[in-house]
Each structure stands twice: as structure tokens, then as C-alpha cells.
């Protein structure tokens, strides 16, 4: 079996639908079908719950009328028959019946915001479902939050999803075509929740890991993983292969196109992750699997939204466990810290998340000296295949970016990843500059 989630543009409009239809049905092979929510329902549900959050019945009630005004449209072109139509009116009649009754609900909490948000995928696979059945294409809806739970620290079970997904499928291994919600779950309270903002992608690894599946497909509306970032360089390319490891580097450092945990369940189960374009489904796309080609320089991607820190201290010089005390402030305060550098007396570090910055400042000032820090900073991460024995490899990229100050570089923590950072007013440049230095063919 074969695991494909269509994102919400894939999903976002009827004549989409139509398409994948037709893309599912085009070979005879067992498909677990994930899709998002239709492209702009999400943000939608998000604005109506910040709406009741703030006490706005009227307004909310005015977003929930303009967003039902869409379905009521978008399922006039789906559907080919009355009898088709009909049931697609009940769909949407149902579930925004519960959208209403939420507006009554006081106070509304985090909890009624999950249900309101997940409303998004729960419409677009029974639409897309009564679909396939008015096409007479035989299929099965497999309600993800029957399977799909996160324990308390908003992890996955991945036991549990796949003792579940499998007691769910087994009395339906004759069905080619099974239809589940990406993004949504169950919390361990039993309650609606969710795998964060892009977790339909998430969904369908987990989903793969889970089944073995022979492969899973991510269909978006682009083709592939790009080499650099195509809205600031000129001349990127789809990446043909990409081990997951590279994968998981460009996807966490900025590469939009996959959820940065969408690898982890599919690697640890060796499952291929294919990234193909709706548009453009011959396209080869992109293949992320254990093993690729001895390509060295395969992608640059950048995250902005850095600020590094400077810690110095004498008492360093010599000494042991001067990282450890540095670090468990980091960790008292769950503050991923993404890059590093260190000198016999200092160490110097990045963060994306400033909402305990001015505690970890106190505690870290108790022992030692800290620079002020530098905002606005970007890491570039250079990703390839980089064996340790391999010459030039990081006089390449520095060569590249001779012309650019560079504030931090770590190299050698894996054999995949060089990191850099700049300011980020460096940031295109760099880019330009890297997709000149190691691509130009
Ligand atoms: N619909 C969700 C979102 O917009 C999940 C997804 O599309 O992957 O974030
Ligand atoms: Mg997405």
C-alpha cells in the first residue's frame, strides 16, 4: 500500500478534486489518500476562534456565514449529480451546524478552538469521499481521530496509531482506496487535537511508518524540494534524491515544503518519501530515501528569525562541565538551541524562540559574561553529502560567500550539514552567492 496526501491547494478548488480523482484512480495499487484542509480553510477556523475568544459572537458568526457561502459554491462544481449535490449539501449542513453551536459556548477555550480548527479536514474528506462514491469509485473514510494520538507532550504514540490503524484496516484490505484526515488527532484526554500548523504532511509519515507502506507520496503544487529558494534565486532546480537526513536538515532549516517532522517516522521504518506536484504529476519530483546518488552539494536552504548568543568565561579555561550548566538552563527553560560554537573560554549560540530570553540571560549572568546579543540574524544550511575525508568541501562554501561577513560556521556535526550565520540582510546574497559557487553547472 501506498500512502498520498494532497495538500490544501491540491484540495482547493473542485476542478483539484476532479484531478486527483483521477491521479488516485490512474494505477490499480492500494492508496491511503490524506488530504488537508481546502487552501485557506484553516486560517479561516483560526480567525473565527479568535473571534470568540475575544467575545466577537457577531463577527465570528460573520466569518463562519462567509466561509459556508464557499462550500455551498465549491461543492455546486464538485459534484456532477443531484443525488451527489445533495449529499455534499448535508456534509457541509452538518458540520457547520456544529460551527454555529460554538458560538454559544462560554467561555471558549483552547479545547473548542482544536474541534473548530479541525472542522477543515473533516469537510474536505467527506466531500472529497461522496465524491468518489458519485464517480463510483469504491472507497473507505477512515476517521484519523480513531487512530491518531498524541501523548502529553504532543508526540505521537506511534504504538499505539499503529496497533489501531491496522485493527481499522483489517476488515478492509479488499478497498483500494481509503480516504483519512491529515492534521487532526486525539489528545491523551480523548480530546480533538491537532499536529500543529502543515501536520498533514506528519499524518501521512506516520501513517506510512506505520503500515510499512511501500512509499509515501506528498503531492503539492511545486515540483519537488527545490536546491535554493526559488522566490530569492534565480535558476533552482528540483532535487531529483535526497537521503532523509539531508531531507530533515533542509525541511528544519526552512525548505516550506515538508513539515520538519514529516521525516522521523518515515526514516525510522525506511519508508521512500516522494515529493510530487499536482500539476505536474510526470514530473519525477522529488525522492527522499536512504541511499541516493554521490551528488556533493545538494541544497541550500536559510531560517531567519535567529539571535545568537555570546557567552564567555574565564573560569572556562581548564575546566569541565561548563557546557552542561550552560546547556540545562536552555533546557530549564525549553529552548531549543540550533547552532554552536565554542572556543576554549566561550561558546556562542543561536535560538528562534526569544520568550525566555530575558531569564536565561539572568541565570546564564551568574557565572558568566555575556555579549549583547545579535538580532536578526540568518542561518544558512548547506546540505549535502560530505564524507570527513572528503578535501575542499568547506573552502567551497566559504569561497562562495568570500564577500559576505559571516558571524558563526559549524561543520562536522554531521556529514550532511554546513551551517552559517549572517545577518540577515546578507541573506540573498549569500543564497545567490552559494547557488553560484556550488551549482553552477
Ligand atoms: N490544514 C492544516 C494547516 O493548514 C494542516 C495542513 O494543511 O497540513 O495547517
Ligand atoms: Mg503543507
Redesign the pocket.
Known sequence: MQVWKF??TSVGKPERMHSIRNLITGDNGQKMVVL??LSG???ALLSIAESLKAGQDDEATEKIEHLKAHYDSFIRELYKSSAGLSRGQQIIENEFSFIRSLVRIKPFTLKHEKELVAE??LLSTQMFQAYLDEQGVSSLLLPALEFMRIDTDGEPELDYIERKLREMLRPHLDKHIIVTQ??ICRNPRGEVDNLK?????YTASLIGGAIRAEEIQIWTDIDGMHNNDPRIVKNTFPIRELTFEEAAELAYFGAKIL?PSTITPARKYGVPVRLKNTMDPSAPGTLIADKTSDQVFKAVAAKDGITALYIHSLRMLNAYGFLRRIFEIFEKYKTPVDMLATSEVSVSVTIDDLSNLKDIQAELGQFCDLEEPDYDQTIICVVGNFSADMPGIAAQVLNALKDIPVRMISYGGTEHNISLLLHSRYKAEALNALNTGLFSL
Do not use: K, V
Open positions: 495538500g490544501g488537508s484542509a480553510t484553516t486560517n477543515g479536514e491529515g492534521f500548523r502543515g501536520g498533514s504532511d513539515h
